[in-house]
């Protein structure tokens, strides 16, 4: 594929990543027996954040403010990482699977530090809980993208991908399933989904991702929205390029299929959280270990076969 088609997947990210979150709003509205908000909701809230200003505690340092940057320069970046099927990532080369796993660790890094910088004893509570369930949540992602690597026989997430959906036989779907369940649980964790976290709550003492981002408005806010929108394709991504066989479709039925598969795995998190209510905290490590031992299973079953 030319270049310039490759760079329009990271464009895509850029403009539909919010279009996720509206998927899901209106999939939960819908089991809420309730009209809902608009698929372009999202949009309209960062329009409406950029035109306000920003509010800064004089106890807090630059850190604060460097933060929203930060977090959504690595998420623009991690969008450029990724392929779609046969579509290359404009960023690919072998070895990219873990910048792609310490860039989302830099995001979360600066968000735990711009948590702590506000002194606030509740941000200090999220920031703790979002470093215990994130260490629990990356075995889940190495050990899958394990499985992948030996299953395709590449070390870039460009080849990974595109080997795992043109070689599905002996026993791949298995692998695929089983990765695919894992990283669905490491999506909802990684995003503060239910029934890990609530996006939607005011409640500090059960909060984890959002009372982290509690003193910031305007402009940064909508920095941390869309980061956290870009966030949730990042993972839908690669959902959809193990779950659906893109590389083995016409180029040009490629990207109607792969936005198809984006909007079934919007759907699917918005009855997931429809359906569920939020765990209790010393109920989510449970979860993470049960996801990490999916791919665990994965990889012995791929070493014994």
């Given at each position: 594929?030319?270049?310039?088609?490759?760079?329009g997947?990271?464009?895509a990210?850029?403009?539909?990543?919010p279009?996720?979150?509206?998927?899901i709003?209106?999939?939960?509205?819908?089991f809420?027996?309730?009209k809902?908000?608009?698929?372009?909701?999202?949009?309209?809230?960062?329009?409406?954040?950029?035109?306000?200003?920003?509010?800064?505690?004089?106890?807090t340092?630059?850190?604060l403010?460097?933060?929203?940057?930060?977090?959504?320069?690595?998420m623009?970046?991690?969008?450029?990482?990724?392929?779609w099927?046969?579509?290359r990532?404009?960023?690919?080369?072998?070895?990219?699977?873990?910048?792609?796993?310490?860039?989302?660790?830099?995001?979360?890094?600066?968000?735990?530090?711009?948590?702590?910088?506000?002194?606030?004893s509740f941000?200090g509570?999220?920031?703790?809980?979002?470093?215990?369930?994130?260490?629990?949540?990356?075995p889940?992602?190495?050990?899958?993208?394990?499985?992948?690597?030996?299953?395709?026989g590449?070390?870039?997430?460009s080849g990974?991908?595109?080997?795992?959906?043109a070689?599905?036989?002996?026993?791949?779907?298995?692998?695929l399933?089983l990765?695919?369940?894992?990283?669905?649980?490491?999506?909802?964790?990684?995003?503060?989904?239910?029934?890990i976290?609530d996006?939607?709550?005011?409640?500090?003492?059960?909060m984890?991702?959002?009372?982290m981002v509690l003193?910031?408005?305007?402009?940064?806010?909508?920095?941390?929205l869309?980061?956290?929108a870009?966030?949730?394709?990042?993972?839908s991504t690669?959902i959809?390029?193990?779950?659906?066989?893109?590389?083995?479709?016409?180029?040009?039925?490629?990207?109607p299929?792969?936005?198809?598969?984006?909007?079934?795995?919007?759907?699917?998190?918005?009855?997931?959280?429809?359906?569920?209510?939020?765990?209790?905290?010393?109920q989510?490590p449970?979860?993470?270990?049960?996801?990490?031992t999916?791919?665990?299973?994965?990889?012995?079953?791929k070493w014994?076969?």
């Amino acid at each position: 594929m030319t270049s310039h088609l490759n760079w329009g997947l990271p464009l895509a990210a850029w403009l539909l990543s919010p279009v996720i979150l509206g998927i899901i709003n209106r999939v939960k509205a819908f089991f809420g027996g309730r009209k809902g908000p608009s698929l372009w909701q999202p949009y309209y809230d960062l329009f409406k954040l950029l035109r306000k200003g920003s509010v800064y505690s004089r106890s807090t340092s630059g850190i604060l403010r460097a933060a929203p940057a930060v977090i959504l320069a690595c998420m623009a970046v991690c969008t450029a990482i990724l392929p779609w099927g046969a579509f290359r990532a404009p960023v690919s080369f072998v070895g990219d699977v873990v910048l792609l796993a310490y860039l989302l660790g830099l995001a979360r890094f600066a968000t735990v530090l711009a948590a702590l910088d506000t002194g606030s004893s509740f941000e200090g509570m999220g920031a703790s809980r979002e470093v215990q369930y994130a260490a629990l949540a990356e075995p889940s992602f190495f050990l899958g993208m394990l499985v992948l690597v030996l299953h395709s026989g590449f070390q870039g997430l460009s080849g990974i991908l595109s080997g795992v959906s043109a070689n599905t036989g002996h026993g791949g779907n298995l692998l695929l399933l089983l990765v695919a369940g894992s990283w669905f649980v490491l999506l909802l964790t990684e995003n503060s989904r239910i029934p890990i976290d609530d996006p939607n709550t005011h409640l500090e003492l059960t909060m984890i991702h959002e009372v982290m981002v509690l003193d910031y408005s305007g402009p940064d806010l909508a920095y941390i929205l869309y980061a956290a929108a870009l966030k949730l394709w990042i993972f839908s991504t690669l959902i959809v390029n193990l779950i659906f066989p893109l590389h083995s479709l016409p180029w040009w039925s490629q990207i109607p299929t792969f936005l198809l598969g984006m909007a079934l795995v919007a759907v699917l998190v918005g009855v997931v959280e429809s359906i569920l209510a939020r765990l209790r905290l010393l109920q989510i490590p449970k979860i993470l270990i049960g996801s990490a031992t999916l791919s665990l299973i994965a990889l012995i079953v791929k070493w014994m076969g």
